[in-house]
């Protein structure tokens, strides 16, 4: 009789594991970090790209997405590159060409 006990206490604390698991998974969605959603204002250079008007830092990268696309800018080959036009070699450092990881750091620089 004894056995028996010892494997119904064995599967008691397997079911209890599983119940903080499932509490997590019902949380919901994360909160976008405030950092990323404090307005800033953008440079001279950048204002000729996105606007003068202050805006998050996810809003600028989204416009200058939005930039990129609309005068194919990104490189045909590798689309991680992005090719700078007149408005966009100021902003770039005066690279002619950056990755699209460079691009955020640098675009980051911009903002006040």
């Known amino acids: 009789m004894a056995a028996k006990k010892t494997t119904a206490a064995k599967k008691a604390p397997a079911a209890a594991k599983k119940a903080p698991a499932a509490k997590k998974a019902a949380a919901g ?33 989204s416009k200058i997405w939005e930039y990129i696309k609309k005068n194919n800018l990104q490189d045909a080959k590798n689309k991680r590159q992005i090719n700078a036009d007149d408005k966009l ?3 770039f450092g005066g690279k002619k060409s950056v990755t699209m990881f460079e691009m955020t750091a640098l675009v980051n620089k911009n903002l006040t």
Do not use: Y
């Open 29 to 61: 969605k994360r909160k976008p970090n405030a950092a990323f959603m404090k307005e800033m204002t953008p440079s001279p250079e950048l204002a000729a790209v996105v606007g003068s008007k202050p805006l998050p830092r996810t809003q600028v990268v």
């Open 89 to 91: 070699k100021p902003i």
